[in-house]
T-cell receptor, first 108, second 115 residues
């Protein structure tokens, strides 16, 4: 079973920041948090990952709480092309278990 | 740079027929390899993973099997397909395990319809 919980759906206005939450209250010390997104009929695309510190790359920012029990993916200026299902997973082994993700809809 | 190839992109097979899906990775050595399945409107289900040639771990009892005959080749097979085998099959690779900060990289998938 997936070890993360995410809201099933969210809407965001185009040009605004999209903040996608993820709860991983049972995370172990050696587990990283990974974020992916999947656009319809395509393979999931890796976005970002982190262990303890906040991370930023050209796609997004990842904010991990100090107790590591939750995190937030931030898309700073959402566009229509960011409409997708976003998955948050944690893994400390060779198993990467996906949940059902958050369906983000960016509105024009 | 590393690339992953999956084929075919789409496949329609009758019930009871065999299946062979192939995945290859280029640009890296000794990758960890994975097969996932996604049923329509559902999340990704981990089917198999492999950390080396001939080493296969099965996550879900099913009508499928996997093999890794070469370092960068991963094959998903079935002797007799069932209707419930329909879905979107995805191959992925990683450098290390989840505790090393190694993300998965996915192929474009094969959409299988069993009729």
């Amino acid at each position: 079973d997936a070890k993360t919980t995410q809201p099933p759906s969210m809407d965001c206005a185009e040009g605004r920041a999209a903040n996608l939450p993820c709860n991983h209250s049972t995370i172990s010390g050696n587990e990283y948090v990974y974020w992916y997104r999947q656009i319809h009929s395509q393979g999931p695309q890796y976005i970002i990952h982190g262990l303890k510190n906040n991370e930023t790359n050209e796609m997004a920012s990842l904010i991990i709480t100090e107790d590591r029990k939750s995190s937030t993916l931030i898309l700073p200026h959402a566009t229509l092309r960011d409409t997708a299902v976003y998955y948050c997973i944690t893994s400390g082994t060779y198993k990467y278990i996906f949940g059902t993700g958050t369906r983000l809809k960016v509105l024009a | 740079s590393q690339t992953i190839h999956q084929w075919p992109a789409t496949l329609v097979q009758p019930v009871g027929s065999p299946l062979s899906l192939e995945c290859t990775v280029e640009g890296t050595s000794n990758p960890n390899l994975y097969w996932y399945r996604q049923a329509a409107g559902r999340g990704l289900q981990l089917l198999f993973y492999s950390v080396g040639i001939g080493q296969i771990s099965s996550e879900v009892p099913q009508n499928l099997s996997a093999s890794r005959p070469q370092d960068r080749q991963f094959i998903l097979s079935s002797k007799k397909l069932l209707l419930s085998d329909s879905g979107f099959y995805l191959c992925a690779w990683s450098v290390g395990g989840g505790d090393s900060g190694s993300p998965l990289h996915f192929g474009n998938g094969t959409r299988l319809t069993v009729t």
